[in-house]
């Protein structure tokens, strides 16, 4: 490893494979972070984003990049991890079934016993309040409130060191988080948002996350690179 590249300072990203955490991966690493990204395989229904999160990985130069498995398929309770509940083609009022009780907690815990085991003090993950499902873990009271348990929580914290939580996306709506992708050079069409996307990675068009990402395309004014099935 270089000089330059022991010099930079490290940051674990949360990599679904999905488009905003892909377009947080290169903000990381525009910010001069030496990236390591997280993808964790929970037990979703949509499979492809694994494989797109190695592609994006590759294709951004991550330092690391390492996937986690746990079984939240176990707990259930949720249209991306149970199969006998339908998941939705059209807005629902509150909190729709595709929400996943304790994701976030849960994937920001793993990011953040690899960032400290990596000595690294930032953590980044791409929850967006604006253009969102309503999940209560998107919003920025959860990111708050987290970064104030890493501090309480860990070793690191204990001795003083401080851990940041960036999520550069929450308040963005999809098409200025589209934008600013492109303007970083991310290449969309090797990304998978969506929830029942097939083996070969195309998408149905159908559910809520491909609505929410083929609004945010036409609101950008740029052609959708999506792969359709």
Known sequence: ??????????????????????????????????????????????????????????????????????????????????????????????????????????????????????????????????DYSGYPDCRPAFIEAFQNLATVATKAGGEGARFTIHAPLIAMSKAQIIQAGMQLGLDYSITVSCYQADSQGRACGRCDSCRLRREGFEAAGIADPTRYA
Request: charged share 20%; hydrophobic share 45%; with cysteine.
């Open 1 to 130: 490893m270089s000089q330059v590249a022991e010099q930079r300072p490290r940051a674990v990203v949360l990599l679904s494979g999905g488009l905003d955490s892909s377009t947080t991966l290169a903000w990381a690493k525009a910010q001069g972070y030496e990236c390591y990204a997280l993808t964790v395989a929970y037990g979703q229904r949509h499979q492809a984003e694994l494989d797109a999160a190695a592609r994006v990985a590759r294709a951004l130069s991550a330092r690391d990049h390492r996937v986690m498995r746990v079984d939240l398929a176990g707990i259930g309770g949720s249209a991306l991890t149970d199969w006998s509940i339908d998941l939705p083609e059209q807005p629902s009022a509150g909190i729709p079934v595709t929400y996943v009780p304790a994701r976030n907690t849960l994937l920001l815990s793993l990011a953040l016993g690899w960032a400290e085991v990596l000595g690294a003090r930032d953590l980044v993950v791409g929850v967006n309040a604006v």
